[in-house]
């Protein structure tokens, strides 16, 4: 499954060129993940690849800062599902819904304060971006007790998540991919 959901990634998601990321560095390389996330195929093998992950863990859920995350989300409340250990799952927004609740996490309704959960990201850098939404998943009353992504580009992300006591298991390194290239 790895091998196949690799060549697809590098196929749909990957691109060379000049590019901004969100932390503000410039790469000559991208990866956007959510067309790999949206394709029928990679959407299952994300979906099965992340539910490997998580056996074994005490989680109630998973969940993930909206837009990288959605895809993956979905595809892991799916695939739960069948595999019969049914997750249920939340959105982080980016910023608070403005009216009703105010809410940040979308989905909170499934959880209990207190349930353990994962949260899914597709690309990790320096971790910025999924640093802030564990803080809002926490200020929510949810624990987290695992941080899994598609890629980790291998660019400090790592190392900013384990400052902050999480550790990070990616299905892929840059490295990872690169070999794959070939």
């Not at 299952?44 to 990288?68: A, K, P, R």
């Not at 624990?143 to 892929?172: M, S």
């Amino acid at each position: 499954m790895k091998q196949r959901l690799a060549r697809i990634i590098l196929d749909k998601s990957y691109r060379e060129g000049d590019f901004v990321l969100t932390s503000g560095r410039k790469s000559d390389y991208y990866f956007d993940c959510k067309p790999t996330a949206l394709h029928p195929e990679g959407s299952y093998l994300l979906g099965n690849i992340f539910c490997d992950m998580l056996s074994g863990l005490d989680v109630q859920g998973v969940g993930g800062m909206t837009l990288g995350a959605d895809p993956l989300v979905s595809a892991v409340t799916v695939m739960s599902y069948i595999g019969k250990r049914p997750l249920p799952g939340f959105i982080v927004r980016k910023q608070s819904k403005g009216h009703g609740t105010n809410q940040f996490l979308e989905g909170l309704v499934n959880f209990q304060p207190g349930d353990k959960v994962a949260m899914l990201e597709d690309v990790v850098t320096t971790g910025g971006t999924l640093l802030k939404a564990c803080e809002r998943v926490r200020d929510a009353g949810l624990t987290i007790v695992a941080v899994l992504a598609v890629l980790d580009r291998q660019e400090g992300g790592r190392e900013n998540l384990a400052a902050a006591g999480y550790d990070l298991n990616a299905i892929f390194t840059r490295a990872d991919l690169v070999a794959a290239k070939g």
